[in-house]
């Protein structure tokens, strides 16, 4: 599992406030940052979560 | 090769008051507009605002009372034309967010007119408009924020419409004719630093105000406070999202070129600083656990000259307070302090009224020392909770003799039943004894969503120049106007959904019949 950060995500955080561990504020480029190119089996769910949080749906998984 | 972008109307800034402008322009048919943002996505700050809207409805009854609440809030030195056209556009909000944009409601508190004005919290002139209007509680996607997703669905719209976006792409520079004559574009920069002229016939500012930028916050005088370093960019005190891009760009520019200063505060609400310690993640401009609700309880508050500046009945008037300490009180703080007996009353008989900042309605306080210990667990040191009083001064830094002092003649004032001095309701005031067994305080600072002011507008939100006549094809909308609307601007005037989206509007309508020959 892979997850993309859309160009629309506000930035607002709620993923990281979620998951700080997978999730990473990018204080240079303004963009969330994911921890993992692959997602590990153990984070799938939580990476699952937090798209389903998203405040506009910017978190783009792919299988 | 220097870029060049010819628009009928360029914006800059694409929060809520921008976008609110853009919606009234493709409203009227002008479409070929451009929005120019620093920050990566559309928003700005009113984006973290998830749980709700104010709406005056569109009556006689409700419009004129909604006016003159706020008219009185300003003692009637307010700019009146601008403030009853931006109480009818918030009469627009359901239509907008419900019927266009399709945000859910998970609730709604209907007032009747006669009611504005009289809550005890939230009173008059609040950023909100709580208390001039209808409360939607709003639903956003997840645990997101419905704000955001209603400003994101109206981009789209937007774009489909012809509108064109430039993210990362702050405007830094007005160009104007000379000898005061009109404004015919700006300077853009792109991501990579490369200039960008832009041709327009109307320019709309609307960048909102400088709570990234604290050098200049300083320079200005709007910060103030030896705990300067909680007033960090959405980490402590200022509670937008973090990394705001709110660097007060649209204030520089228009002062460059001949704009009108006015004054600048922060917008308000008073908070414990508390970094990246929060709530949840739909709120994040809360503190974790109980600590914004305990400090919203009409208890006594001293600044750290151990005296009292407020009737503490004003508690959760984020204005009032607000303005208290940052006009009377050294260092933008005040403490609040309490002692076991209070701690026990608040958690057996719960909030004072039962009613204490509108999304929490009657709670319980449970477990005051373990909040603060969880707190100061994770090295926070603006709460404290000692068995003296002489201990709570030490750790704060507060003044032990006045502060006694302070004590003696408030308990007085419970005892007598009468509050001399603030003539607070006797029923909350709450003696502060050590023979209870234990003193809680708090440093509570002027916090804000963002700053007010730094921009006048006339009726039509057409930007004055400093003898206060209009600056011709230039229009402002957001917190850097808003706050001046109500004068000198009080903390907490304006700003937000009503206030912000409003002026946007107002200006998107102005610019739309000036480019169109109407004006």
Redesign the interface.
């Given at each position: 599992m892979r997850v993309e950060i859309a160009d629309y995500c506000i930035r607002c955080g709620i993923c990281i406030d979620l998951y700080p561990d997978i999730f990473i504020r990018n204080w240079e480029t303004h963009n969330i940052d994911v921890a993992y190119d692959e997602i590990p089996e153990k984070d799938k769910e939580r990476v699952k979560q937090a798209a389903a949080d998203c405040a506009v749906a910017a978190m783009i998984i792919k299988e | 090769m220097k870029k060049t972008i010819e628009v009928d109307v360029a914006i800059m800034g694409s929060g809520v008051a921008g976008m609110g402008a853009a919606y009234k322009l493709a409203e009227k048919g002008v479409t070929n507009v451009a929005i120019f943002e620093k920050?990566?996505?559309?928003?700005g700050a009113v984006?973290?605002c998830p749980m709700g809207l104010c709406t005056t409805p569109d009556t006689v009854e409700a419009q004129t009372k909604a006016f003159e609440v706020l008219s009185r809030f300003a003692n009637y030195s307010c700019n009146m034309g601008a403030l009853s056209k931006l109480i009818k556009y918030s009469s627009e909000f359901p239509r907008i967010f419900f019927d266009e944009l399709k945000i859910g409601i998970d609730g709604v508190v209907k007032r009747p007119p006669e009611d504005y004005g009289n809550q005890r919290g939230y009173t008059m002139g609040h950023a909100n408009g709580l208390d001039v209007g209808d409360i939607y509680f709003i639903t956003?996607?997840?645990?997101?924020?419905a704000m955001?997703?209603a400003l994101?669905r109206l981009?789209l719209k937007l774009e489909k419409q012809g509108f064109k976006f430039y993210?990362?792409t702050p405007i830094k520079k007005i160009i104007r004719e000379p000898n005061g004559g009109k404004v015919t574009g700006a300077i853009a920069y792109d991501q990579e630093g490369n200039e960008i002229e832009i041709k327009c016939k109307a320019l709309i500012v609307a960048s909102g105000g400088m709570t990234g930028n604290l050098q200049l916050m300083k320079d200005l005088g709007v910060v103030n406070t030896k705990f300067e370093e909680c007033y960090t960019d959405g980490g402590q005190v200022l509670i937008h999202?973090?990394?705001s891009?709110q660097d007060g760009d649209g204030q520089l520019a228009v002062w460059e070129i001949g704009g009108k200063k006015t004054g600048i505060v922060i917008s308000a609400d008073p908070e414990v600083p508390n970094p990246w310690v929060?709530i949840?993640?739909?709120t994040?401009w809360l503190a974790a656990n109980q600590t914004k609700i305990i400090t919203e309880q009409p208890y006594l508050r001293v600044d750290e000259l151990g005296r009292r500046f407020i009737n503490e009945e004003m508690s959760s008037n984020h204005s009032a307070i607000s303005t208290s300490i940052v006009r009377n009180n050294p260092n933008m703080a005040c403490y609040m302090i309490f002692d076991e007996d209070t701690a026990k009353h608040m958690a057996v008989d719960g909030v004072e009224d039962g009613y204490v900042y509108f999304i929490f309605q009657g709670a319980k306080i449970d477990d005051v020392r373990g909040q603060m210990d969880e707190m100061i667990a994770k090295g926070n040191k603006h709460v404290c909770h000692f068995d003296t009083i002489h201990e709570v001064c030490e750790y704060m830094g507060i003044d032990e003799k006045g502060l006694k002092k302070t004590i003696a003649k408030y308990n007085h004032a419970k005892e007598i039943g009468y509050d001399e001095d603030f003539k607070t309701n006797p029923k909350y005031i709450r003696p502060v004894r050590e023979e209870s067994g234990h003193i809680y305080c708090y440093r509570i600072l002027a916090g804000a969503y963002d700053t007010m002011g730094g921009l006048a507008i006339d009726e039509n939100a057409n930007i004055l120049d400093v003898n206060n006549y209009p600056i011709e094809g230039l229009y402002g909308g957001g917190d850097m106007v808003v706050g001046s609307i109500f004068g000198e601007p009080p903390h907490n005037a304006g700003g937000n959904v009503y206030g912000s989206m409003p002026t946007g509007m107002l200006a998107g309508d102005s610019a739309a019949a000036y480019v169109k020959g109407e004006a």
């Open positions: - | 920050y990566p996505a559309q928003g984006s973290n956003g996607r997840g645990q997101g924020h955001a997703l994101l981009r993210f990362r999202f973090n990394d891009c929060r949840g993640p739909n994040p």
